[in-house]
């Protein structure tokens, strides 16, 4: 007699998994489809507001959504295994939803998408009650996310839609707008939009009153949770005007002169030469800047700054924070060591502690075929050390000089700050050049340190001047 066929696994997620978007107009608002979806399910899964807007024909066991949400939805899905679930969701589940959550869920254990069945997105109403066009307006999400990312979104005559996380958030946009030199910026907050109890509130960041209170207030103060923002963005007169291309002024750093001035820093991330979702290592971070610049050039670039001292990683984490960029992973260590276990770049740039050892060797050894990497020195060691690697692997090979015009006496003359030796390179399918091992480009480097430290001293170096870089340190759910 045959032994009897293993049993069948049990299942790890639900037979079916339908989201349904749904608005402040509650169920009269769905359409036939969601609405048959909401009364077939056996369990019925969303926020306690989102399921009370359901009609006792619903009959399915209701889940209300643990806090924090991302981290249990396998185990809420495996919990309700083989059964027909249906997710609520605010508006389109597809923007900046649960949708996105579920899909990515269901992809990890192999099992099929997420049946949307979407409702009109906040974004849709408030576009229609504004008369902005929808492709046009940039639209920034505080769900989950931290309210100094909104500070990279501003600019004068800029139109944005802001998504609240609550009945706070109006109040701490305008908070921000205010300390940001935004205050003559129009804040209009719409709520409940799409429902009968829809309206809308308006003033500037400078006018918002400090904070929310009940309802029956002013209705300045009386937000509804679900809100959505509205930022006519006007800078005052005296504020900072910060570009959308790199080579920020120098004064939008916090900084103790360890920070690659303007001009060079234009021309570094030129090279550098970020695109959307790539990751850089700013190795040796200073004040940041490298880093911050590349995050901002496009919302999806990602950037892991390494500092070895701790007072100027705090200072990178800020002046993150200040420019919009509060993603910014800063690392506090000695680079190479503190490179390891870090997720690989598509790009490096190396700012400080060149002929720390072995330090070249792993910047390079993480890159992947068409990684790029930069490397910046002003001292005459490192310069030979990039001579030598730019004689084995190519690239480009550049001095940066610039002037300041100052006065002199009473006319103007140039002032010549410290000339910058910048190593560019993309790395090939193949290594190019002889293989060197981590030892034995050590002892290389230091033997071209002494060298160059040699012919330093028979001849004068560039006097120092205001503008001279100090030395490089070593590596330190919306509606």
Known sequence: MSPAPPAAPPPRTPARVTVVGIGADGWDGLPAASQEALRRAGTLVGGARQLALLPAGCAGERVPWPSPLRPAVPGLLAAHAGREV???????????????TLAEVLAEAGAAPPRVLPHPSSVSYACARLGWPVEDTEVITLVGRPLAGLAGALHDGRRLLVLSAGAETPAQVAGLLRERGFGPTRIRVLEQLGGPRERQS?????????????DGADPLHAIDPLNVIALDCVRAPDTLRLSAAPGLPDDAYEHDGQLTKRHVRAATLAALAPAPGELLWDVGGGSGSIGIEWMRTHRACRAVAVERDAVRAGRITRNADALGVPALRVVTGRAPEALAGLPAPDAVFIGGGLTAPGLLEACWAALPPGGRLVANTVTLESEALLADWYRRYGGDLVRLAVAHAVPVGGFTGWRQAMP????????????????????????EAASAEAASAEAASASPGPAATPHTPAAPTAPGDAQ
Do not use: Y
């Open 86 to 100: 249906c997710v609520l969701a605010s508006g389109d589940p597809m923007f900046h939803g649960i949708g996105r």
């Open 202 to 214: 308006e003033s500037t960041a400078a006018g918002w009153p400090p904070s929310p209170a009940t």
């Open 420 to 443: 910058v030796t910048q190593w560019s390179v993309t790395k090939g399918l193949a290594a190019e050049g002889p293989a060197v091992s981590t030892e034995a480009a050590s002892t």
